[in-house]
Structures are given as structure tokens and as C-alpha cells.
């Protein structure tokens, strides 16, 4: 390592790259590149040139080589990916660039996609859910928690591995304001199960994710219709657990049945409910967390798939509360 003030130029071979998946439209990709290091990124001809502070260019050299790998393999990549790429070769050193979600693919039904994990937390998530009857997935908005159970789920339904699949949700945002909403009950309850929906519409075909909830082989439910049920052969995941009070929280998780795969997410610095103790979250993090085949997953600002400042928003929340306690 040489001092970090030293302007330097370093050519990285390119040949073989896709230029347009490499440098982005408009060259959004060279410009975050810049942003990222403080350096100036330029794609010319077989070769991307990277220039600038020594230090910023050392640590732009292994993400750079990672994304010219993956133009030449046509894998695409967002501006975002970026962000993560610097993370990974930050915590991992410059062998872990990319290497994240090694291993991990979640291969989409009637698509060529395939679901990768994208971080070292999400990597941890996704493995806990495959060898674990019961995850507890705790972390911040934008960390994959939803997204990622929905798609080892219907990962599960196709391998035939379960043979249903069960989204709840608590509807506590909605209080004793439930009868006041227009329509009938699924209409008053659709808008806080929307993003379970959207969830799966992303990963199915719209007719097929139609015809399996006219079949009720996927269900989506608001928590409270758990009560007195049993749920077997099924893949249930309770979204949004931070809002299930500990009463909800006990009944749903004895509902398991035998061959149940249980995933429980949450956040708890966005807890809704009026005493913040009442959260079923907070309880099962204290209580389960030494119990054989109950795994707890937390997720960080390092996991956050996101817009860019999302990451910078949760830190700067974070210090924010860490200042309150502390005052």
C-alpha cells in the first residue's frame, strides 16, 4: 500500500465485455465507479481505465475486475450492485468481491431467473431457511427479509417440498379503524398484504399466482385468521412480526403441523403497536433464540437492496436513537 495522495492510472483488460452492461447507460455505472472511490472511471475501447488517489483506485481494482467478469458473462448488474460489491471487498478483502451469495440461487418457475442473495447476511437468511423449520429474520426496511422467504417458499411449492404456502400479516396499523374502510373484509384487508402480492407477482407468472389463490394453494391472510387452524405441508411466513402482540405471536407459532417450514421477519425499530413490550418480535428474539431448529437471522444497513441513501438513512436513524438513549 503506498500513500493514498499519490495520483496513479491503472488499465484493466475488458476485452470481451458487453460495453453497454459494463458502463452503464449513459455511463452510469463508470460514474458511481467514480463516485464510490473518489476516482474518474472511463471505459475506452478494450480497456476500463481507472485514475485518482492510489488508495481509491487499490480498492476500486477488484470490483472493477468483478464487473468486467460479469459483462463478459452477460450477468446483469445495477448501479446498486456497486455499493454492495465495494461492501463485500471492504468486510471480506478483495477475494470476497462478489462471492457473497455464492452457492445460494433460487431458481424462478417458468423463468430464466434466478434469485441470488446478494450479501453475506442475505446468504445467512437464505441457508437458515433451508435448514431450519423455524427462521426469525430481524432487520431494517430494504434488507430482503420479505422478498427472500417468499422466494424460498415458492421455491418449496415447486420442488413439491410443502404443498401450500401461508403469508400473514398483522393488520394493527389498521386498529379499530377496520370497519370504517370501504368494501367488504379482504378488500379492508388487501392494502397491508400488498407487499406479499407484490412479492410473488415478481417471482410468478400473474395468472399462475391467480389460479393458486383461487385454489388456495397460496393464501394470504391477515394473522388473526390463524386462530384455531393447523397448518401442515405448508411454507407460512409472518411478515411485519414487530406489529403481532405476544398473545398473536404464541397462538401462531402453535399452529406449526408436522412437515411446516416457518419464516417469521420483522423490524423492530418499526414497531406499531401501542405498548412497544406487547411486540411478539421482542419476545421470541429473548425466548427462542436457544431452541434446536429455531434459528434468529439479523440483517443491517448492509443488506439493504435498496436506493443507495436507504443505507445512509437507516445509519443515520441509528445514531439518531443511539443519541436519544444515551442523552
Not at 472511471?41 to 475486475?65: F, K, N, T, Y
Not at 431458481?107 to 431457511?129: D, M, N, T, W
Not at 427472500?148 to 401450500?164: E, F, G, I, S, T
Not at 405476544?246 to 416457518?262: D, E, I, P
Request: with cysteine; aromatic share 4%; charged share 25%.
Amino acid at each position: 500500500m503506498g500513500n493514498g495522495s499519490t495520483i496513479v492510472e491503472h488499465r484493466l483488460d475488458a476485452v470481451g465485455a458487453d460495453p453497454l452492461l459494463l458502463a452503464g447507460v449513459n455511463d452510469r455505472n463508470m460514474k458511481e465507479v467514480g463516485r464510490l472511490f473518489g476516482i474518474r472511471a472511463v471505459l475506452r475501447g478494450d480497456h476500463l481505465i481507472l485514475s485518482g488517489p492510489l488508495e481509491g483506485v487499490e480498492h476500486a481494482v477488484p470490483v472493477c475486475q468483478h464487473i468486467i467478469e460479469l459483462a463478459r458473462l452477460r450477468a446483469p448488474f445495477d448501479v446498486p450492485d456497486l455499493a454492495r460489491f465495494a461492501d463485500s471487498a471492504e468486510v471480506l478483502g478483495p477475494d470476497g468481491v462478489g462471492h457473497a451469495g455464492e452457492g445460494v440461487r433460487i431458481a424462478l418457475p417458468g423463468s430464466r431467473r434466478a434469485i441470488v442473495p446478494k450479501s453475506e447476511g442475505q446468504r445467512h437468511y437464505v441457508e437458515a431457511i433451508t435448514r431450519h423449520d423455524i427462521v426469525i429474520g430481524i432487520g431494517p426496511a430494504g434488507t430482503g427479509k420479505t422478498y427472500l422467504a417468499v422466494a424460498c417458499a415458492v421455491d418449496a411449492l415447486y420442488k413439491k417440498r410443502v404443498k401450500r404456502i401461508i403469508l400473514a400479516r398483522p393488520a394493527v396499523e389498521a386498529g379499530e379503524n377496520l370497519g370504517f374502510l370501504p368494501g367488504d373484509l379482504q378488500e379492508k384487508v388487501d392494502p397491508y398484504l400488498r407487499p406479499l402480492y407484490d412479492a410473488l407477482e415478481d417471482m410468478m407468472p400473474h395468472e399462475g399466482v391467480q389460479r393458486a389463490l383461487e385454489d388456495t394453494t397460496i393464501e394470504i391472510a391477515p394473522l388473526a385468521y390463524m386462530r384455531g387452524r393447523t397448518l401442515s405441508d405448508a411454507f407460512v411466513i409472518l411478515d411485519e412480526a414487530q406489529n403481532a402482540t405476544t398473545a398473536q405471536m404464541k397462538m401462531f407459532l402453535t399452529r406449526l403441523g408436522l412437515n411446516s417450514m416457518v419464516v417469521i421477519t420483522g423490524d423492530k425499530t418499526q414497531i406499531d403497536l401501542p405498548r412497544r413490550e406487547d411486540s411478539g418480535l421482542l419476545q421470541v428474539e429473548r425466548i427462542l433464540s436457544d431452541i434446536e431448529g429455531i434459528d434468529i437471522v439479523y440483517l443491517d444497513d448492509r443488506d439493504v437492496l435498496r436506493h443507495r441513501l436507504v443505507k445512509d438513512i437507516i445509519r443515520a436513524y441509528a445514531q439518531a436513537s443511539e443519541g436519544e438513549d444515551s442523552g
